[in-house]
């Protein structure tokens, strides 16, 4: 039988970029070291439910992330706020952040839940 990697462990390696924050006055950059649990991945045998959960979480992510791009975008320019390039840079950025973190917090989620073994509900 042939052998599957898990290859989510491999996002672990952005938490590489924290030591840019360590090493220099960029202080943000810290905030990559919370990529690092992504390493456990490499020790978690991959199953069926680990890919759907995961799947789940990153479409989640996506949406929400293009959802704050829009809104950070619209908000920024069409108040006043910035100049379209200005808006467009910050509705990246949080659009991002947003992701990262929709990512995170849903991925624990369902990883807690089948630690403790309760039931999936049908979403």
Do not use: H, Q
């Amino acid at each position: 039988m042939k052998s599957k990697r898990n290859l989510y462990g491999l996002m672990g390696f952005l938490s590489l970029l924290g030591w840019i924050g360590v090493f220099t006055e960029a202080k943000s950059f810290l905030a990559f070291f919370a990529f690092a649990v992504d390493f456990e991945y490499f020790f978690i045998r991959p199953d069926e439910m680990l890919k759907e959960y995961m799947n789940k979480s990153a479409a989640r992510a996506f949406y929400c992330g293009m959802a704050a791009v829009a809104l950070v975008c619209c908000v920024c320019f069409f108040a006043g706020l910035k100049e379209a390039k200005e808006a467009l840079t910050a509705g990246l950025a949080s659009g991002w952040a947003v992701s990262v973190a929709i990512y995170a917090f849903s991925t624990a989620y369902y990883g807690f839940r089948e630690k403790w073994g309760l039931e999936d509900d049908k979403e």
